[in-house]
């Protein structure tokens, strides 16, 4: 029976940067997936720049980027074409990167796909169903057969499921499931683009009673139609090519593109009950499923791929116990949860089909844009509990300049756990205790002043602390902020607060 570290289960995107990261750090993985293939066929749309942040991190970036373009705007128009919303996206945003970029999935995939299998420590394992999970104190045996019904036997530490909503490893984890009773059904069209039309809207909500339409840039040569299924209308009606076509035809015609893709698709709102029983995990769709008014669920599986990442890579190592797990899912839950139920928010100030609520709606949101009221900005929640002390938001990426060398931070600084300061005096008063139980994890140290050899070339970093207090933040390996601290007193708590966070339970029962 072959082993390995982690086995995850479905290589969809977050499986592929789950196995990539893991891969990374020197862990053995295995990747199972019931699919012969790439599925090649788009569903996600776009990523933001926490996502590319990510694909940075992988050294992927410039390569996903051919596949994808930056999204300056996003607007919701009425039936008769009236702008209700108008959002513009920041470039660059937080991370260091442009805020959206619509996406060709296929082109993702294939370049997470390359990079996966390029790795000499990650085997990825096509057309294997996973039947069984059975588990014990020192890991877990998979179970199942291969394309040709072989029998495959695989032992792991660990297992990710990321087979989504329907797969194995839910079923497993969790039976149940929190249903949020919003779910709708869209007829959702993919076209390759033969030429450029003008005017042809990049992103569009049409919140037309009659017709909810949306209208999306799949990356630079696709587009991508989703309309709402009509009362009565079946999926054999709705996705015949001349009932397709029609629909379209306001926009395009078949001299401008070729279709590609037509499915029905049923959105749903579901998040497990548990994403955790003992060594398996749930990660994604496995986990939480959302509707796309947001954009959110292929960003949110990302997410959850980092946040399990370096905590099974702290486990794997022995620089954590295996408690550290139990962290993941309160600080992903709630901010899934707060994406799913804004998504629901916008499914149905869109989806009205009762023309008085529709046109109350219109005669609001009209209302607010003459009297110049922005809309309002979706700001995701700081991280709270799990391993989080005091701060809990997402650590900016801004340039540095070192030397003659003008970069990104995490181009500079590195990957992992790093304690970032504007006073070069904090590190040095730190005790060697302290400074040694930092650097058994691996932990950097980045002093942004020209005495550390580091320049907040653009101010970001100056503004940061400034706005939030403190002149020093530990910085976890996903980049949300364990703490901040102002003294070297207060530097030396928090780093005696992780220490003990990350300690294994048997340390602490010898201690």
């Known amino acids: 029976m072959s082993a390995c570290d982690v086995a995850v289960v479905g290589y969809g995107p977050t499986g592929m940067v789950l196995a990539a990261l893991l891969g990374a750090q020197g862990h053995r993985v295995t990747v199972l997936e019931r699919y012969t293939g790439l599925y090649n066929l788009p569903r996600a749309a776009c990523f933001d720049d926490e996502i590319m942040r990510t694909f940075q991190k992988l050294g992927l970036a410039e390569a996903i980027g051919r596949g994808a373009v930056v999204q300056r705007d996003y607007e919701w128009v009425n039936a008769a074409g009236e702008t209700l919303v108008e959002i513009?996206?920041?470039?660059?945003?937080?991370?260091?990167?442009?805020?959206?970029?619509?996406?060709?999935?296929?082109?993702?995939?294939?370049?997470?796909?390359?990079?996966?299998?390029?790795?000499?420590?990650?085997?990825?394992?096509?057309?294997?169903?996973?039947?069984?999970?059975?588990?014990?104190?020192?890991?877990?045996?998979?179970?199942?057969?291969?394309?040709?019904?072989?029998?495959?036997?695989?032992?792991?530490?660990?297992?990710?499921?990321?087979?989504?909503?329907?797969?194995?490893?839910?079923?497993?984890?969790?039976?149940e499931t929190e249903d949020y009773g919003f779910q709708e059904n869209w007829l959702v069209c993919d076209f390759r683009m033969s030429r450029a039309v003008p005017g042809l809207p990049s992103f569009r909500q049409v919140c037309d009673p009659a017709q909810p339409t949306s209208i999306v840039t799949?990356?630079?040569?696709?587009?991508?139609?989703?309309?709402?299924?009509?009362?009565?209308?079946?999926?054999?009606?709705?996705?015949?090519?001349?009932?397709?076509?029609?629909?379209?035809?306001?926009?395009?015609?078949?001299?401008?593109?070729?279709?590609?893709?037509?499915?029905?698709?049923?959105?749903?709102?579901?998040?497990?009950?548990?994403?955790?029983l003992g060594r398996v995990l749930l990660a994604g769709d496995a986990a939480h499923e959302m509707p796309p008014f947001l954009a959110q669920g292929m960003c949110s599986g990302i997410r959850d791929a980092h946040n399990l990442a370096f905590k099974l890579d702290m486990v794997l190592r022995g620089q954590a116990g295996d408690a550290i797990l139990d962290t993941y899912r309160p600080e992903r839950e709630p901010h899934v949860r707060f994406i799913t139920e804004r998504a629901i928010e916008l499914g149905r100030v869109q989806t009205m089909r009762d023309p008085d609520a529709a046109r109350a709606r219109d005669e609001r949101l009209l209302a607010a844009r003459r009297a110049r009221q922005a809309p309002e900005k979706l700001q995701f929640p700081a991280l709270r509990g799990g391993l989080i002390a005091n701060h809990g938001g997402l650590f900016p990426q801004g340039r540095l300049r070192h030397?003659?060398?003008?970069?990104?931070?995490?181009?500079?600084?590195?990957?992992?756990?790093?304690?970032?300061?504007?006073?070069?005096?904090?590190?040095?008063?730190?005790?060697?205790?302290?400074?040694?139980?930092?650097?058994?994890?691996?932990?950097?140290?980045?002093?942004?002043?020209?005495?550390?050899?580091?320049?907040?070339?653009?101010?970001?970093?100056?503004?940061?602390?400034?706005?939030?207090?403190?002149?020093?933040?530990?910085?976890?390996?996903?980049?949300?902020?364990?703490?901040?601290?102002?003294?070297?007193?207060?530097?030396?708590?928090?780093?005696?607060?992780?220490?003990?966070?990350?300690?294994?339970?048997?340390?602490?029962?010898?201690?």
């Open 218 to 276: 799949i990356g630079p040569d696709h587009h991508r139609f989703s309309f709402m299924l009509n009362p009565g209308e079946t999926a054999e009606e709705a996705t015949r090519p001349e009932r397709v076509w029609a629909r379209v035809s306001r926009y395009i015609t078949p001299e401008d593109a070729a279709m590609i893709r037509v499915v029905n698709y049923v959105f749903r709102s579901r998040i497990a009950a548990r994403w955790r």
């Open 403 to 511: 030397g003659e060398r003008t970069a990104l931070f995490d181009d500079l600084v590195g990957p992992g756990w790093c304690l970032v300061t504007l006073d070069p005096a904090l590190p040095a008063a730190l005790l060697p205790e302290a400074r040694g139980a930092w650097d058994a994890i691996g932990g950097r140290v980045a002093v942004l002043s020209p005495e550390g050899g580091l320049e907040d070339a653009d101010g970001t970093y100056r503004d940061w602390f400034a706005a939030n207090g403190g002149t020093a933040a530990v910085v976890r390996p996903d980049w949300y902020v364990y703490g901040t601290a102002g003294t070297a007193a207060g530097l030396a708590a928090l780093l005696e607060a992780l220490g003990r966070a990350l300690r294994p339970a048997d340390a602490l029962v010898a201690s």
């Open 88 to 175: 513009a996206y920041a470039d660059p945003a937080p991370c260091g990167w442009a805020q959206l970029y619509m996406m060709f999935q296929p082109h993702v995939e294939d370049v997470l796909d390359r990079h996966d299998k390029a790795l000499p420590n990650v085997e990825v394992r096509q057309g294997v169903t996973v039947t069984e999970l059975r588990q014990d104190e020192d890991g877990v045996v998979l179970r199942g057969t291969d394309a040709a019904g072989a029998p495959v036997d695989l032992r792991a530490r660990y297992v990710v499921g990321a087979d989504g909503g329907n797969g194995l490893t839910r079923r497993v984890v969790s039976p």
